[in-house]
């Protein structure tokens, strides 16, 4: 909390050091633009005192010292009006890409924050259940349940890591997938099977249609259906029950997995699939995370040239649909 504050008092100084400079400089465009136009009349007046009334050219004079001076008002409002105009797009530049920062900033300090907590976990409890087996002779069933937990939170590591690996490489423009034709249906039971294995109080409902084929990466296709199925038993009670359903259609392939969660905001619903972005309130946030997951969704979505959205879930929860489109 502290930390927090002395974020938004810099934040607070910041701004009040940027809307300064720029109303000075405002301030200085207006008094430079009203010392020009004090000045055109000044020479005005003086040429027009030069004139003799009874010259016959008096009144051709006249008309082309106005005419002089109404050219360089209008040169004075334009160049203000350029110089002002520049002045206030490059503040508001300045000023999006100022919170854009330290918006990215912020999101990466959580990032920092949320890889730590999900890495030391899994280390402590590796190490803990390697001492145990190494300190006490257990029983052959103690010891298949510590190295059972332990290749858990192996796995669990590893796919942090392989997420991790992945967005880099995607933000880097860098990774190259290799597509072949895969048996879709399978990998998704696959995925299921494996997190009733991980988690058998959790109560996963499978909806899958036979025989559904799809030209993509395998390991591409594990990290979506994973990520989806992680984050709705992460984000909802341990009690409720999950839902992976997949079918096909007028050659589109739908992945839909629903939970019975606390559900999202509307203002929330677009914005969960950025990078870093964590939905909910603080209680929320404190649930394991890195705000990866459903970004590694979305690109990956975009790669085959898909859509993934999410909706609510009656009565109550968070449904996310990948929607494929065959050729």
Known sequence: MKRRMLKLQKLAI????????????????????????NQNEDITNIRLNELKKDDPAYYTQYIEIEEAR????????????????????????????????????QQ??????????????????????????????????????????????????????????????????????????????????GCVDDFKNRFPQRAIVEDISESIYLDGETLLLQMLVNNLIENALRYSPKG???????????????????????????????????????SGDENTRKTKGTGLGLYLCRKIMESYNGY??????????SSFTALFQQP
């Open 14 to 37: 910041v701004s009040v050091v940027y809307w300064i400079l720029l109303t000075y400089m405002v301030a200085a465009l207006s008094w430079w633009f009203i010392a020009l136009e």
């Open 70 to 105: 109404k050219r360089k008002t209008a040169q004075y409002i334009g160049e203000g009006s350029t110089f002002l105009a520049l002045i206030l797009v490059g503040a508001v530049f300045v000023y999006r890409a100022t919170r854009r920062q330290l918006k990215l900033t």
């Open 108 to 189: 990466h300090q959580n990032f920092m924050m949320a890889i730590t907590h999900e890495l030391k976990t899994p280390i402590a409890i590796t190490q803990l259940n390697l001492e145990t087996l190494q300190k006490r002779k257990l029983d052959e069933e103690k010891q298949q349940k510590l190295i059972s937990n332990t290749l858990q939170e192996a796995n669990r590591l590893n796919t942090l890591c392989t997420n991790i690996l992945f967005a880099s490489q995607l933000d880097a423009g860098a990774y190259q997938s290799n597509n072949e034709e895969i048996n879709f249906t399978d990998l998704v039971e």
């Open 240 to 278: 409720s029950a999950v839902t992976v359903s997949l079918s096909e259609m007028n050659r589109k392939i739908k992945l839909t997995v629903s939970d019975e969660g606390m559900g999202i905001a509307d203002n929330e619903k677009k914005r969960i699939f950025e990078k870093f972005y964590r």
């Open 308 to 317: 993934i959205s999410v909706t609510d879930n009656h009565p109550t929860g």
